[in-house]
Structures are given as C-alpha cells and as structure tokens.
C-alpha cells in the first residue's frame, strides 16, 4: 500500500489538482435544478460519466477525484465501473466522508458538520473499494456575531477526529475548513475574512497536533481569502493573492505536503486567477492546487444539459477550465 504522504505527493503533483464532485444529492439537484433537470439516480450517473470519461482533463490534469458514496460503488452506463475508469486515468478515488452541515445548537446561523459515529467502519469499507483519500468539510460562517470561539473549536476538533480517523485507515485525510464567501449576510470584507482564517487555520492544526495526526500524510483544502460575496469593495486578484499567501505561511505549517483550494462560490476565472497569481509570487513550502467543484463544472454542466450526446463538448469545456487551472498551479496562467 502506498504511504499517506505518497498518496498525498500525487494528488498535488506539478501540473494536476483534484476534481471535487462530490455533490450530496441535495446539493447535486439544486445544480441541476439551475439548468431546468430534475436530478435523478440515471441523470447523476450520465453526469459523472461525462467528466469521468474526459479522457484528455482527466489524465493529463486531474490527479483525484472527490466521489460521493453513490459514485464510489457505482457503474457507467455500459457497466465499467467508475473507479476503473479512474484507475485507467492513474486518478485516485477520494471519498466525501461527512454527513453535511447541521444548525449549531444555541448559535445564530452558525454550522457544525455531523459523520463521525461510525466513521471507522465506513472508512475501512471505502479503502476496500479503492479509496486513497477523504475529505471532510467544516463550515466557518462570518456575521455580526459568527463565528464563535466555541463553533470554530467543535468545527477543528471534528476535523482532527476525521483526520485521525483516516490515517488509521490508511486514507489521506483532506482537511476543509471553509470560511465562506457566501454565506448570508456575505458583506464582510477581505480583512475580516483573513482574520476569520487564520484564527480557524489556527485552531485546525492546533487540534491535529492534539489528535497526533501525521502532518505529512494530509492535504489541506482551504478557503482563498475574499472579501463576501454581496461586499462593497471588491479586492484586486493582487491582494487576494498577498493576502491568502501570507494567511497560510503564517499558520499552516511546512511539514502539509499540499494546499488545494477549494472555489467557494468564485467565478471560474477568478478561481485560476487567484491561484496562478500565489503560485506566481511562489517561495512556499508546500504545492499550491486546486481541489475546484463548480469552477471546474459549470460551463461542463450547462453544456451537457442532460443530454448524452453533449459529451463531447462538456468534455472540451471541463477540459479546458482543468488545462487553465493546471496552468495555475504552475504560476503560469494568463487571460
Ligand atoms: P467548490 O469548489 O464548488 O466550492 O466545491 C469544492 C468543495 O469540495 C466544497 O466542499
């Protein structure tokens, strides 16, 4: 079996970044909802076997795919199944292991994310399938009086459990702590996001520390520092860059072999820009990628459309948003 940080070294090898298609399927529907489909378990399928089968994004960009529970176990349309067509790509399988985002009790608007009874046994029926890593992802919600200490503690403490948790199982844990850009009200400003994360990068690596989790065998899947979506002032793709570099050098220590991004809401452009600007300015510790859900999918799935014959085309478009990012991860693209 290949050693956590092996694994890890791969997902953010030079040029590739993760696929994350791990919708649940509330969050999957109201994808598809945006384009007039109502989801079901054939149109899912037909979905991912679309991106699954983008030969061209998948073996030359994308190192891993996050998958749900339902893609893990399950087959194309003529009976391959998924996890073989990723193995034919040299992508790992990683798997979403947490159960969604909750109300927090006696808190206004805040969230804590539930999966963590039972999760051995899960995690130990998902390396059977194949399963490299995991992600699990815990939401930070900044408003007049979010977040709390005590969210952003019970948020990094379930992290660290996850994470121990995979390491046992010999699945690389990737950890999301996500400082959402847009989240309601969503007017906070760029500095009140850097300090919203830091504070909860903080908090994460401290209570990984406690849980004795193998900093060389994980992966970090953070938020970019952003002004909120609705802010008046919208910082330059300079200050975005400076800022989230210097959030990270600052709390995420040198021993994580990687950083992949998640979008969080960005435009598609903005996601590479980001990206390739903090590669760009480099002098970091660890690989910098991205770990994009809609940023890679959005075009691909507007130009599916539910119909098996848009394979081609959604292909080229995931392919091409996956060739742009790749170029970002190098620092190396330009509008
Ligand atoms: P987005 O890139 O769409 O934010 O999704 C990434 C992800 O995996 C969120 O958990």
């Keep these: 079996m290949a050693s956590l940080n092996a694994i890890a070294q791969k997902l953010v090898a030079p040029g590739k970044g993760i696929l994350a298609a791990d919708e649940s399927e509330p969050t999957i529907a109201k994808r598809f909802a945006s384009i007039g489909l109502d989801s079901n378990l054939e149109l899912r399928r037909d979905y991912r076997e679309m991106l699954f089968r983008a030969t061209d994004a998948m073996t030359n960009y994308i190192s891993g795919v996050i998958l749900?529970?339902?893609?893990l176990e399950q087959s194309a349309?003529?009976?391959?199944?998924?996890?073989?067509?990723?193995?034919?790509?040299?992508?790992?399988?990683?798997?979403?292991?947490?159960?969604?985002?909750?109300?927090?009790?006696?808190?206004?608007?805040?969230?804590?994310?539930?999966?963590?009874?039972?999760?051995?046994?899960?995690?130990a029926h998902y390396a059977s399938l194949g399963a490299g890593f995991a992600k699990w992802r815990g939401v930070i919600t900044i408003n007049e009086t979010a977040p709390t200490r005590n969210n952003i503690r019970a948020n990094a403490h379930a992290l660290a459990r996850y994470a121990s948790l995979c390491q046992e199982a010999g699945i690389v844990p990737v950890v999301e702590p996500e400082v959402l850009a847009d989240g309601e009200p969503g007017d906070h400003s760029i500095q009140r996001c850097q300090d919203v994360t830091g504070e909860t990068l903080e908090t994460v690596f401290k209570e990984l520390r406690l849980a004795g989790v193998d900093l060389s065998g994980m992966l970090l899947k953070p938020n970019m520092v952003l002004a909120g979506h609705r802010a008046g002032d919208k910082p330059s793709v300079d200050e975005v860059a400076r800022k989230t570099r210097e959030t990270l050098l600052?709390?995420?220590?040198?021993?994580?072999?990687?950083?992949?991004f998640l979008s969080g809401g960005q435009t598609d452009e903005e996601a590479t820009a980001h990206l390739s600007a903090m590669n760009e300015i480099g002098n970091m510790p660890w690989h910098l990628t991205f770990s994009y859900g809609r940023a890679l999918q959005n075009v691909a799935l507007r130009t599916w459309n539910g119909k098996r014959e848009n394979f081609a085309p959604a292909q080229e478009a995931f392919a091409h948003r996956a060739r742009m990012n790749s170029l970002a991860s190098l620092g190396q693209w330009r509008r």
Aim: proline share 10%; hydrophobic share 40%.
């Design 68 to 71: 749900t529970e339902e893609t």
């Design 77 to 123: 349309m003529d009976g391959t199944p998924f996890r073989t067509l990723l193995a034919e790509a040299d992508v790992v399988p990683g798997i979403k292991v947490d159960r969604g985002a909750f109300p927090m009790p006696g808190s206004d608007g805040e969230k804590i994310t539930e999966g963590l009874d039972g999760l051995r046994q899960r995690l």
């Design 250 to 260: 600052q709390f995420v220590p040198a021993a994580v072999p990687g950083i992949a």
